[in-house]
């Protein structure tokens, strides 16, 4: 008879590339200025958004000078299913705004 359609099986033997424990250490996270209190404040410049960068600058427009949390309850408002800190994040690095930490008591 001839070959049959099955596939070769694969080995189900692991292989073992690393030590367990030998993982790389993972860069801390940059520090944009997010933290609960935050204040939002937009920068000068001429901002050009499109589609929904546009519609998240626009809620950003409306939470300057107010805090990420109050950001954040204008999202909700609208409906927006995602959360809003990645999106502070974008405008933080694109230079759109800046978040000021409230001051240590």
Same mark, same amino acid.
């Given at each position: 008879?001839?070959?049959?359609?099955?596939?070769?099986?694969?080995?189900?033997?692991?292989?073992?590339?690393?030590?367990? =424990?030998?993982?790389?250490? &993972?860069?801390?996270?940059?520090? +944009? =200025?997010?933290?609960?209190?935050?204040?939002?404040?937009?920068?000068?410049?001429?901002?050009?958004? &499109?589609?929904? $960068?546009? $519609?998240?600058?626009? +809620?950003?427009?409306?939470?300057? =000078?107010?805090?990420?949390?109050?950001?954040?309850?204008?999202?909700?408002?609208?409906?927006?299913?995602?959360?809003? &800190?990645?999106?502070? $994040?974008?405008?933080?690095?694109?230079?759109?705004?800046?978040?000021?930490?409230?001051?240590?008591?």
């Amino acid at each position: 008879m001839g070959a049959s359609n099955v596939p070769p099986q694969k080995s189900s033997a692991k292989k073992d590339t690393k030590a367990n =424990g030998d993982k790389k250490a &993972r860069a801390p996270r940059k520090n +944009y =200025g997010y933290a609960k209190g935050s204040v939002i404040a937009l920068t000068d410049g001429d901002q050009k958004f &499109r589609g929904a $960068r546009e $519609r998240w600058y626009a +809620y950003l427009t409306k939470a300057n =000078g107010k805090t990420v949390e109050q950001f954040d309850a204008i999202a909700k408002k609208a409906e927006e299913k995602e959360g809003s &800190r990645g999106w502070l $994040r974008f405008f933080v690095e694109a230079e759109a705004c800046t978040l000021t930490p409230p001051a240590e008591a």
